[in-house]
């Protein structure tokens, strides 16, 4: 039962994780460049404290790392999802890891398709962005599930290596 209600909330974050990437994509060429110049205002005092970057470059920085940090969100809700449901096993790591990569690939497909029905640019750069981004997040997580492993793999050998002391 906890399995199940895991999955169900792993599926409803992932599904607003994408519905949240895609409402970025509806927003038409006017309502993306004044949400960027915002986000570009904040950071510019943190990233540029001198402001020696032109705008127009602070503004790409900006944009392509959002792409990024969505799409690494995208790539751990993905992982979390499929090692919940899948049970993973280091045996099944290849068949596993195919189905996250599917997910996130065609997001980052959709999410640019969508930007060309609102003129704005669509390009294949972004979608290779966006799979990074995904494939960031994917990493991390599988890195941190190996970790998890090796060391509940690590206590349950020692604990099986130790021998009772009989006091006579």
């Not at 049970?87 to 997910?103: H, Q, V």
């Not at 997001?107 to 029905?117: M, R």
Request: proline share 3%.
């Amino acid at each position: 039962m906890k399995r199940t209600i895991l999955i169900v909330i792993l599926a409803l974050l992932t599904a607003l994780t994408i519905a949240y990437i895609f409402s970025n994509s509806f927003a038409d060429s006017e309502q993306s460049n004044e949400q960027s110049d915002s986000v570009v205002e904040i950071v510019r005092p943190i990233i540029d404290p001198d402001a020696s970057l032109p705008d127009e470059e602070l503004d790409v920085i900006v944009r392509k790392t959002a792409h990024i940090v969505e799409f690494a969100v995208l790539g751990v809700m993905t992982a979390l999802l499929c090692l919940s449901i899948f049970r993973f096993s280091w045996k099944d790591a290849l068949k596993n890891i195919c189905i996250p990569l599917f997910i996130i690939l065609t997001v980052g497909v959709c999410d640019e398709y969508i930007q060309s029905l609102n003129d704005r640019t669509s390009m294949v750069e972004d979608v290779l962005i966006d799979f990074g981004g995904g494939l960031i997040g994917l990493a991390l997580t599988s890195s941190v599930y190996a970790i998890v492993r090796l060391i509940q793999t690590a206590k349950s050998k020692k604990r099986a290596l130790k021998i009772p002391i009989i006091k006579n």
